[in-house]
């Protein structure tokens, strides 16, 4: 295998990408921040709002457009309902950000091997997967910036200057703004240009300065078109949305400083391996190229110290900075590869073991651990289950097999499987743990242009409900003197909640029938995934 990613690595860490995501990509429930993205790609296509970019026909300005645009194209392929062509886009996103952190990695470290084992650490990062379905915007971002960041060291690097690098940085720089502003900008680009100034430091920087001055004069033109745009049709709507936006960074969500300082278990299967290379003092004379490592480190530590200052703190926030840690990462695991043969002190050796052994421990486990707690729930996906209970515990027999023999080359080759076989052939078994209760919107629509009747919101309906509907749900406004309501005689309402005045208010003026409730939790009222806000009830009102 390490020999095919070596001779092919982009190819094979595409490759891998797609196999790993792509057979389940429509399996996990989609979330809110999707269905925001996914409703207005949806109306890009049937409204024509490509620019002026709306959700449930409503200007929606409080992110650019591109990753709706690359949506909108997965949906012309697949369909406006697909929630697989919807997705595809971010795939192509993660390929994008392996094989970019293969080039630059090669392109610093003069290692293939070495390049390799960064980008299957960033493909593998738990939340380098989990914020394509959980905020697709942030993958967009990244990835373009990490492209960006590519071809601003290859202009860094070189004695002379080379317009194409800055054309390309230029470019990849507008399409990271226009997938979620300058977020990348500060969380990426600024940490990478301090980190590379105190390891490898600024050479003929006054010969290349009009190349990097006109690659970043050409980015922000390319992502601020969009806002330009909309500042010149819209400007009291974009002005509104841009003054909330704001203020919603400095007092929403609000966390201390330290918030992020345990940044590094967003790796994942890599927590332990992360916190290592972390350790400078410990590693600083085993890596192979230290102004490298130096590099890597100041990078990742810079971009967690960026983020800290920002009141606003969410967990995925911190995905961009599990590009550089990826990096750093590297470093450990090739150091492993090369010594861990001779190592003799156990105070080196233990955190291995335990590390790549609890990993083989939890595929052996799996079979017996999952049928023990939930034999009921399997019943109707014994096949399933017991392919993936095959395959986990055959990978966890071998990494145990394989750390026995101190081959950690293959038993780092053999966790990356490990992580895509989670994907690849346990994320099926989430179909059962559904709940029994999971109701469709999907007919609704038809039914009620069966019924000749239009279909409103009360107070609030979740973006999941909206895209699940797959039209547009006008929202009945509500104004200091009560309900403004449509001037049908007859119409649909979805509500999620209605205080006992809202619904006095409206059965003074309408019959009320009560039609059914719909549910979108994928799992059932029992779990601590299950959410209120996923459940409507449809009433039909008839007006006295």
């Known amino acids: ?47 024509d709002h490509w620019l002026l970019t709306t959700m449930n026909n409503v200007a929606r300005y409080q992110k650019p457009p591109l990753p709706a645009w690359f949506s909108a194209l997965g949906s012309i392929l697949f369909g406006t309902k697909s929630l697989f062509g919807m997705r595809l886009p971010a795939v192509l996103m993660v390929m994008l950000a ?82 979620k502003g300058p977020v990348s900008i500060y969380a990426l680009l600024i940490p990478f240009l301090i980190a590379y100034g105190f390891s490898f430091k600024y050479k003929n920087i006054k010969q290349k300065l009009p190349y990097i001055l006109s690659a970043i004069v050409l980015g922000l033109a390319i992502g601020s078109s969009w806002y330009l745009y909309v500042k010149l049709k819209d400007p009291n709507v974009l002005n509104s949305t841009v003054a909330k936006e704001t203020g ?46 130096k590099f890597s480190l100041l990078w990742t530590i810079i971009a967690v110290i960026l983020l800290s200052v920002i009141p606003m703190k969410k967990s995925r926030y911190l995905m961009p900075v599990l590009i550089p840690l990826a990096f750093n990462i590297g470093f450990y695991i090739d150091y492993l590869i090369r010594k861990f043969k001779v190592l003799k002190d156990k105070r080196e050796t233990l955190p291995v073991y335990f590390n790549f052994g609890l990993i083989g421990i939890l595929g052996i486990a799996f079979p017996v651990v999952m049928f023990v707690l939930f034999k009921a729930e399997l019943q109707n996906h014994l096949l399933t289950f017991i392919i993936a209970s095959i395959v986990l515990f055959v990978i966890g027999v071998l990494i145990l097999f394989q750390l026995k023999a101190k081959d950690i080359k293959n038993v780092f080759l053999l966790t990356v499987l490990f992580f895509a076989s989670v994907f690849i052939f346990v994320l099926p078994l989430s179909k059962a743990f559904k709940n029994e209760n999971f109701s469709s919107l999907s007919s609704l629509n038809e039914e009620n242009q069966q019924r000749s009747i239009k279909l409103y919101a009360i107070n609030y309906i979740a973006p999941e409900t909206i895209w699940d509907y ?16 449509p001037l049908e005689n007859k119409f649909g309402i979805l509500v999620y909640k209605m205080s006992a005045e809202n619904e006095a208010e409206i059965r003074a003026n309408y019959e009320v029938e009560e039609m059914t409730t719909y549910d979108l939790n994928y799992f059932g009222s029992a779990s601590n995934q299950n959410n209120p806000r996923l459940k409507s009830v449809f009433y039909i009102l008839t007006k006295k």
């Open 248 to 293: 919603t960074w400095k007092s929403y969500n609000v966390r201390p400083f330290y918030y992020y300082w345990s940044f590094f278990t967003q790796s994942g299967l890599w927590t332990i391996p992360a916190f290592i290379s972390l350790l400078y003092p410990y590693l600083k004379n085993r890596v192979s190229h230290y102004k490298a490592y």
């Open 98 to 179: 392996g094989s970019f952190m293969y080039y630059l990695s090669r392109t610093i470290l003069k290692s293939r091997a070495h390049s390799i084992i960064n980008a299957l650490v960033l493909i593998t990062s738990f939340y380098v997967i989990g914020i394509t379905f959980e905020a697709p915007s942030d993958i967009f971002t990244h990835a373009f910036m990490l492209v960006t960041i590519y071809y601003f060291y290859e202009n860094f690097k070189i004695e002379t200057t080379n317009w194409r690098y800055a054309v390309y940085s230029g470019i990849f720089l507008g399409l990271s703004i226009l997938s």
């Open 1 to 47: 295998m390490f020999k095919a990613l070596k001779k092919y690595p982009i190819l094979v860490i595409c490759l891998f990408v797609a196999v790993m995501l792509l057979p389940n990509l429509d399996a996990l429930q989609i979330s809110i921040m999707e269905a925001r993205n996914f409703i207005t790609a949806r109306e890009m296509i049937t409204n």
């Open 470 to 485: 797959g039209n547009v749900i006008p929202e009945i406004r509500q104004e200091a003197k009560g309900y403004v309501f």
